[in-house]
């Protein structure tokens, strides 16, 4: 819907013979408007988009300053993915690349990811021998 509704205020504003005032005035509205959307959208693909928004936030001759403040947030640090998701991951990995039970291997995943970005993030967990270790997923397919 972003993209049709830009396309068709581009169309209108053309028929319409609208001023550069008014056009400018009108592309402001939208900017405001589909900033927010177009940054969660990012959020929520992860990976290869982060870093396309990263890359954009550094661009203000490319792209309308609305979307570089929005697109900036994605510069120091991803929002983590729930440790519920995480394990899930993890448990269906195990099972079923090693045959190992989940509740088997590990004692505990901290809640509290080390660190998050946009190719994945890291949480301390500690093994049933009560090792502790890093636990590193990847965004995309969830590799562990």
């Not at 509704?5 to 008014?22: N, R």
């Not at 045959?99 to 088997?104: A, E, I, N, T």
């Not at 509290?112 to 995309?140: F, K, M, P, Y």
Request: glycine share 4%.
């Amino acid at each position: 819907p972003i993209v049709v509704h830009y396309k068709f205020t581009q169309f209108w504003l053309k028929q319409t013979g609208a001023s550069p005032e008014t056009r400018d005035r009108v592309y402001e509205q939208l900017h405001d408007r589909y900033a927010e959307p177009s940054l969660d959208l990012i959020l929520n693909l992860r990976g290869l988009y982060c870093k396309l928004g990263q890359v954009l936030s550094t661009r203000p001759d490319f792209i309308p300053p609305q979307y570089v403040v929005k697109f900036s947030a994605v510069q120091d640090s991803i929002p983590q993915r729930p440790v519920e998701e995480i394990a899930h991951c993890v448990k269906r990995t195990l099972n079923d690349n090693l045959g190992l039970d989940f509740d088997r291997v590990f004692d505990s995943i901290d809640e509290t990811a080390l660190g998050s970005a946009s190719i994945g993030q890291v949480h301390r967990a500690t093994l049933s021998q009560d090792w502790a270790v890093r636990l590193n997923l990847q965004n995309e397919e969830r590799h562990v």
